[in-house]
């Protein structure tokens, strides 16, 4: 089965051909537009997915050497995201399916970041536990054999890539702050500041992140309104220490109680922030000390992209979850919660 995928739920413009030997191409536009805003602007990053879409579509077309009708169905995500983002890729994405007479899918874009860790490691089978980590989600889920996802929980304010991209920018480095922040923390000297990590009761499997990052900007005001032209680059690299180790001991303790909880043996961390390298060092060593295993899937699958959109709908036509949606998309905003 060949399937067409494309993804634009916020500012990467991204499609892909997948078939059942896994890519055969992943094209992704990052939109530099937002850059000088520090974060995205809905409005912009709708119009820049209208200029790349078809490009990026026949490019995916051409490097994985397909035609357009051999493709079997096309898949786009349809939520969460910004809605004028959304509606790019998927009235493009409905328009071609129709117009070929194909299936059409709409893929909800959390899923399909739980798919690319089967995508990226064909050996990792359900049961397992999937830590969604991005810019707009931080959830962990129970994924049962059958793929279905229960929410074992979730942030309750920022998610983890939210708060990377926030104190970032009150640290006047530049966006996203995921990929910045990491690079400064790698070359802090100790001591950095210990910064709160918060204690949601022994149960929760939730996570808050809001609290952390005013944390960090009520230290950072205790140095004067203009602490920004005295930080010194020393002290700025171990702020960002502070602030990392803090987010990934909640990562890390939250996804080690899913794991009891629910008896499984494998967790799979997927979203953008799941690219750090200390986080990756972290897990890697829990997974050795405390025996399970662990699964990163290759970093341009971390990120936004269409190839885990087209993977999702593939499995999901394979085993008849598709449904017959025709052009009608199905909305999908939350997950049942997990029941032991
Ligand atoms: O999955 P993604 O591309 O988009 C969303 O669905 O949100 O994730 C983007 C997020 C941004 O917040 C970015 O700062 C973060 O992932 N990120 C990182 C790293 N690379 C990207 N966070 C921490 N360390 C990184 N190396
Ligand atoms: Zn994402």
Same mark, same amino acid.
């Given at each position: 089965?060949?399937?067409?995928?494309?993804?634009?739920?916020?500012?990467?413009?991204?499609?892909?051909?997948?078939?059942?030997?896994?890519?055969?191409?992943?094209?992704?536009?990052?939109?530099?537009?937002?850059?000088?805003?520090?974060?995205?602007? #809905?409005?912009?990053?709708?119009?820049?997915?209208?200029?790349?879409?078809?490009?990026?579509?026949?490019?995916?077309?051409?490097?994985?050497?397909?035609?357009?009708?051999?493709?079997?169905?096309?898949?786009?995500?349809?939520? #969460?995201?910004?809605?004028?983002?959304?509606?790019?890729?998927?009235?493009?994405?409905?328009?071609?399916?129709?117009?070929?007479?194909?299936?059409?899918?709409?893929?909800?874009?959390?899923?399909?970041?739980?798919?690319?860790?089967?995508?990226?490691?064909?050996?990792?089978?359900?049961?397992?536990?999937?830590?969604?980590?991005?810019?707009?989600?931080?959830?962990?889920?129970?994924?049962?054999?059958?793929?279905?996802?229960?929410?074992?929980?979730?942030?309750?304010?920022?998610?983890?890539?939210?708060?990377?991209?926030?104190?970032?920018?009150?640290?006047?480095?530049?966006?996203?702050?995921?990929?910045?922040?990491?690079?400064?923390?790698?070359?802090?000297?100790?001591?950095?500041?210990?910064?709160?990590?918060?204690?949601?009761?022994?149960?929760?499997?939730?996570?808050?992140?809001?609290?952390?990052?005013?944390?960090?900007?009520?230290?950072?005001?205790?140095?004067?309104?203009?602490?920004?032209?005295?930080?010194?680059?020393?002290?700025?690299?171990?702020?960002?220490?502070?602030?990392?180790?803090?987010?990934?001991?909640?990562?890390?303790?939250?996804?080690?109680?899913?794991?009891?909880?629910?008896?499984?043996?494998?967790?799979?961390?997927?979203?953008?922030?799941?690219?750090?390298?200390?986080?990756?060092?972290?897990?890697?060593?829990?997974?050795?000390?405390?025996?399970?295993?662990?699964?990163?899937?290759?970093?341009?699958?971390?990120?936004?992209?269409?190839?885990?959109?087209?993977?999702?709908?593939?499995?999901?036509?394979?085993?008849?979850?598709?449904?017959?949606?025709?052009?009608?998309?199905?909305?999908?905003?939350?997950?049942?919660?997990?029941?032991?």
């Amino acid at each position: 089965m060949i399937v067409l995928g494309i993804e634009t739920s916020c500012d990467e413009t991204s499609a892909a051909v997948v078939d059942d030997s896994g890519v055969r191409s992943n094209i992704i536009y990052s939109q530099l537009v937002h850059k000088k805003y520090g974060g995205v602007v #809905p409005e912009l990053a709708s119009r820049d997915h209208l200029r790349k879409i078809a490009q990026t579509v026949r490019q995916a077309l051409e490097e994985a050497g397909v035609a357009l009708g051999e493709i079997d169905a096309v898949a786009a995500t349809s939520l #969460p995201g910004l809605t004028g983002a959304l509606l790019v890729g998927n009235s493009f994405g409905q328009g071609l399916a129709y117009s070929m007479g194909k299936r059409f899918v709409p893929v909800n874009h959390i899923e399909a970041h739980v798919h690319s860790a089967m995508l990226g490691d064909r050996l990792l089978t359900p049961p397992f536990v999937a830590l969604a980590v991005s810019g707009g989600h931080t959830s962990l889920f129970y994924v049962g054999a059958d793929l279905r996802l229960s929410l074992l929980g979730q942030t309750l304010d920022d998610a983890a890539g939210e708060a990377f991209d926030k104190v970032a920018k009150m640290l006047g480095l530049g966006y996203p702050g995921g990929p910045e922040i990491e690079k400064k923390a790698a070359e802090a000297q100790p001591p950095w500041p210990g910064f709160p990590v918060a204690e949601l009761g022994r149960d929760s499997l939730d996570f808050s992140f809001s609290g952390l990052k005013t944390a960090v900007l009520n230290s950072l005001l205790a140095r004067g309104s203009d602490y920004l032209e005295r930080l010194e680059e020393s002290d700025l690299r171990r702020f960002c220490r502070g602030f990392q180790e803090a987010v990934l001991e909640a990562l890390c303790r939250q996804s080690l109680k899913a794991l009891e909880v629910t008896g499984c043996s494998a967790l799979a961390v997927v979203g953008g922030v799941s690219i750090n390298r200390a986080l990756r060092a972290r897990l890697s060593d829990l997974a050795g000390r405390r025996g399970f295993r662990i699964c990163f899937p290759p970093p341009a699958l971390c990120t936004d992209n269409a190839a885990m959109v087209a993977w999702n709908a593939r499995s999901m036509l394979l085993d008849g979850t598709a449904g017959e949606m025709g052009l009608a998309v199905r909305a999908r905003s939350g997950w049942p919660r997990y029941t032991p």
